[in-house]
Protein backbone atom coordinates (compact mmCIF):
# COMPACT_ATOMS: atom_id res chain seq x y z
CA UNK A 1 0.00 0.00 0.00
CA UNK A 2 1.13 3.54 -0.81
CA UNK A 3 -0.42 6.60 0.92
CA UNK A 4 0.08 10.24 -0.84
CA UNK A 5 -0.56 13.57 0.85
CA UNK A 6 -0.36 16.84 -1.39
CA UNK A 7 0.65 19.66 -0.02
CA UNK A 8 1.44 23.56 -1.37
CA UNK A 9 -1.64 24.38 -3.02
CA UNK A 10 -2.89 28.08 -2.54
CA UNK A 11 -4.44 30.64 -4.33
CA UNK A 12 -1.64 33.09 -6.30
CA UNK A 13 -1.67 35.59 -9.13
CA UNK A 14 -1.16 35.01 -13.06
CA UNK A 15 2.08 34.94 -13.48
CA UNK A 16 3.21 33.69 -9.92
CA UNK A 17 4.37 30.31 -9.07
CA UNK A 18 3.76 27.67 -6.79
CA UNK A 19 5.51 24.27 -5.88
CA UNK A 20 3.30 21.61 -4.85
CA UNK A 21 4.64 18.58 -2.86
CA UNK A 22 3.59 14.26 -2.42
CA UNK A 23 4.73 13.12 0.40
CA UNK A 24 4.19 8.82 0.40
CA UNK A 25 4.08 6.74 3.01
CA UNK A 26 4.21 2.92 2.76
CA UNK A 27 6.14 1.55 0.17
CA UNK A 28 9.08 3.17 -0.94
CA UNK A 29 8.34 4.92 -4.73
CA UNK A 30 11.33 3.80 -6.51
CA UNK A 31 9.53 1.26 -8.12
CA UNK A 32 6.55 3.66 -9.06
CA UNK A 33 5.89 5.98 -11.72
CA UNK A 34 4.59 9.15 -10.39
CA UNK A 35 1.55 11.70 -12.09
CA UNK A 36 0.16 15.19 -11.59
CA UNK A 37 -3.34 15.18 -12.42
CA UNK A 38 -5.73 18.10 -12.14
CA UNK A 39 -9.57 18.36 -12.39
CA UNK A 40 -11.21 21.67 -13.32
CA UNK A 41 -14.97 22.49 -11.58
CA UNK A 42 -17.01 20.65 -13.95
CA UNK A 43 -14.47 18.90 -16.12
CA UNK A 44 -12.48 15.36 -16.30
CA UNK A 45 -9.23 14.91 -14.17
CA UNK A 46 -6.57 14.93 -17.03
CA UNK A 47 -2.61 14.63 -16.50
CA UNK A 48 -0.39 17.42 -16.32
CA UNK A 49 2.81 15.46 -16.01
CA UNK A 50 4.48 12.17 -15.34
CA UNK A 51 8.08 10.83 -14.61
CA UNK A 52 8.97 7.34 -14.90
CA UNK A 53 10.00 5.27 -11.94
CA UNK A 54 13.98 5.58 -13.07
CA UNK A 55 13.65 10.07 -13.34
CA UNK A 56 14.87 9.82 -16.86
CA UNK A 57 11.66 9.98 -18.57
CA UNK A 58 8.96 12.50 -18.33
CA UNK A 59 6.03 13.36 -19.63
CA UNK A 60 3.88 17.32 -19.99
CA UNK A 61 0.65 17.98 -21.44
CA UNK A 62 1.00 20.68 -24.16
CA UNK A 63 -0.81 23.01 -22.10
CA UNK A 64 1.87 23.23 -19.30
CA UNK A 65 5.06 22.69 -21.11
CA UNK A 66 8.12 25.24 -20.22
CA UNK A 67 6.03 25.99 -17.23
CA UNK A 68 5.99 22.84 -15.23
CA UNK A 69 8.67 20.54 -13.86
CA UNK A 70 7.90 17.71 -12.35
CA UNK A 71 10.74 15.92 -10.25
CA UNK A 72 11.10 13.35 -7.85
CA UNK A 73 13.27 12.85 -4.56
CA UNK A 74 13.18 8.77 -3.76
CA UNK A 75 15.35 9.29 -0.40
CA UNK A 76 12.11 11.59 1.09
CA UNK A 77 9.84 9.89 -0.75
CA UNK A 78 8.65 12.97 -2.41
CA UNK A 79 7.44 14.30 -5.46
CA UNK A 80 7.35 17.62 -6.68
CA UNK A 81 5.50 19.93 -9.48
CA UNK A 82 7.10 22.96 -9.78
CA UNK A 83 4.17 25.43 -11.53
CA UNK A 84 5.67 28.80 -12.99
CA UNK A 85 4.23 31.43 -15.20
CA UNK A 86 0.72 30.34 -13.31
CA UNK A 87 -2.44 31.03 -15.16
CA UNK A 88 -6.31 31.32 -13.88
CA UNK A 89 -6.71 28.48 -16.46
CA UNK A 90 -4.51 26.15 -14.34
CA UNK A 91 -7.39 26.79 -12.00
CA UNK A 92 -8.16 22.89 -10.64
CA UNK A 93 -7.39 20.40 -7.90
CA UNK A 94 -4.30 18.93 -8.15
CA UNK A 95 -3.92 15.12 -7.11
CA UNK A 96 -0.51 12.98 -7.32
CA UNK A 97 -0.96 9.52 -7.81
CA UNK A 98 1.03 6.35 -8.10
CA UNK A 99 1.46 3.91 -10.84
CA UNK A 100 2.84 1.05 -9.69
CA UNK A 101 4.17 -0.85 -13.54
CA UNK A 102 6.69 2.12 -13.21
CA UNK A 103 6.24 3.44 -16.83
CA UNK A 104 4.98 6.63 -17.43
CA UNK A 105 1.46 7.04 -17.85
CA UNK A 106 -1.18 9.20 -19.00
CA UNK A 107 -4.52 7.48 -18.29
CA UNK A 108 -6.32 7.91 -14.93
CA UNK A 109 -6.39 3.94 -14.70
CA UNK A 110 -2.79 3.62 -15.10
CA UNK A 111 -2.40 4.41 -11.35
CA UNK A 112 -3.06 2.65 -8.33
CA UNK A 113 -2.86 4.81 -5.45
CA UNK A 114 -3.80 8.61 -5.10
CA UNK A 115 -3.99 11.36 -2.61
CA UNK A 116 -6.59 13.37 -1.67
CA UNK A 117 -5.62 16.21 -3.53
CA UNK A 118 -4.74 20.25 -3.65
CA UNK A 119 -6.52 23.23 -4.62
CA UNK A 120 -4.73 25.73 -6.72
CA UNK A 121 -6.30 28.77 -7.71
CA UNK A 122 -5.33 31.19 -10.18
CA UNK A 123 -6.41 34.65 -9.95
CA UNK A 124 -6.68 37.23 -13.16
Known amino acids: QVQLVESGGGLVQAGGSLTLSCAAS????????MGWFRQAPGKERIIVAATRSSGVTTYYAESVKGRFTISRDVGKRTVYLQMNSLKPEDTAVYYCAANGLGRVGVRRDEYDYWGQGTQVTVSS
Open 26 to 33: GRTLSTYA
